[in-house]
C-alpha cells in the first residue's frame, strides 16, 4: 500500500480480555517501531524491529505486552489480561535504515484502545 | 532515555506571525527530525536534519541544529490558522542508529 495501515482504527475491549493490534508497513521499508500516546501526553516508545536483528523491547512496560513482526513484514502487538491504564492510542510507524541511521518515520493513524 | 525536550509546551500566535519551537536532547545524534500531529492521531514527518548539517529549509519551515548545545529548533513563518498542531522532534542515537526518542511536543495555536 502506499501508506502505513493500522487495523483496527478504533477497539473497544473490556478489563483482562486479550487484545491484537496489527501494523502493515510500507513495502521495503526494514525498520518498524510502535509508539503509544495516551491523551494530550508524548510518544512513549515500545519495540523497535530493524531487518533481522533482534528486536528493541526495552519500551515494554510489562510482560503483558508483545509483539512480533512476520516475514520483516507486518506486524501485531499483543497486550494479554488489558487493564485501564492501557487505554491509549497505539502507533506503528516505519522506515527504511541507511548507512547505520534511521531515515524519515511514516505513520499510521493509529490504533485508539479503550478498556471499560 | 535520549528523550527530546520542546519548548513552550504550548504556544498560541496570530496568524501571519512566525512560530519558533525549541528541541533539546542528551546524546550524540545520527539525525533530528521534526513531526506533526493533528488531532492526537498519526504523525506527519516534517523535516529532517543530519548531524553534520547546521540549518534546513522546506518551504515555510526553517530548521536549524546546534550539535555542541545539543538543541534544534524550528521556525514557522508567515503562521496559518492551519499550522495548528502539535509539533515534536525525534532524535536517534549515534551508537546504536535505533529507535527515535519523541519529545513531549510543543502545542502551536494559530488564532486566524
Known amino acids: 500500500g502506499a501508506g502505513v495501515s493500522q487495523s483496527p482504527s478504533n477497539k473497544v475491549t473490556e478489563k483482562g480480555k486479550d487484545v491484537e493490534l496489527r501494523c502493515d508497513p510500507i513495502?521495503?521499508?526494514?525498520?518498524l517501531y510502535w509508539y503509544r500516546q495516551s491523551l494530550g501526553q508524548g510518544l512513549e516508545f515500545l519495540i523497535y524491529?530493524?531487518?533481522?536483528?533482534?528486536?528493541?523491547k526495552s519500551g515494554l512496560p510489562s510482560d503483558r505486552f508483545s509483539a512480533e513482526r512476520t516475514g520483516g513484514s507486518v506486524s501485531t502487538l499483543t497486550i494479554q489480561r488489558t487493564q485501564q491504564e492501557d487505554s491509549a492510542v497505539y502507533l506503528c510507524?516505519?522506515?527504511?535504515?541507511?548507512?547505520?541511521?534511521?531515515?524519515?518515520?511514516?505513520f499510521g493513524q493509529g490504533t485508539r484502545l479503550t478498556v471499560v | 532515555s535520549q528523550q527530546g525536550e520542546e519548548d513552550p509546551q504550548a504556544l498560541s500566535i496570530q496568524e501571519g506571525e512566525n512560530a519558533t519551537m525549541n528541541c533539546s536532547y542528551k546524546t550524540s545524534i545520527n539525525n533530528l527530525q521534526w513531526y506533526r500531529q493533528n488531532s492526537g492521531r498519526g504523525l506527519v514527518h516534517l523535516i529532517l536534519i543530519r548531524s553534520n548539517e547546521r540549518e534546513k529549509h522546506s518551504g515555510r519551515l526553517r530548521v536549524t541544529l546546534d550539535t555542541s548545545k545539543k538543541s534544534s529548533s524550528l521556525l514557522i513563518t508567515a503562521s496559518r490558522a492551519a499550522d495548528t498542531a502539535s509539533y515534536f522532534c525525534?532524535?536517534?542515537?549515534?551508537?546504536?542508529?535505533?529507535?527515535?526518542?519523541f519529545g513531549t511536543g510543543t502545542s502551536l495555536t494559530v488564532i486566524p
Open positions: 524491529f530493524q531487518g533481522n536483528s533482534a528486536p528493541d
Open positions: 513495502s521495503g521499508h526494514t525498520a
Open positions: 525525534a532524535t536517534d542515537e549515534r551508537s546504536t542508529g535505533n529507535q527515535f526518542y
Open positions: 510507524a516505519s522506515s527504511f535504515f541507511v548507512w547505520g541511521a534511521n531515515t524519515e518515520a511514516f
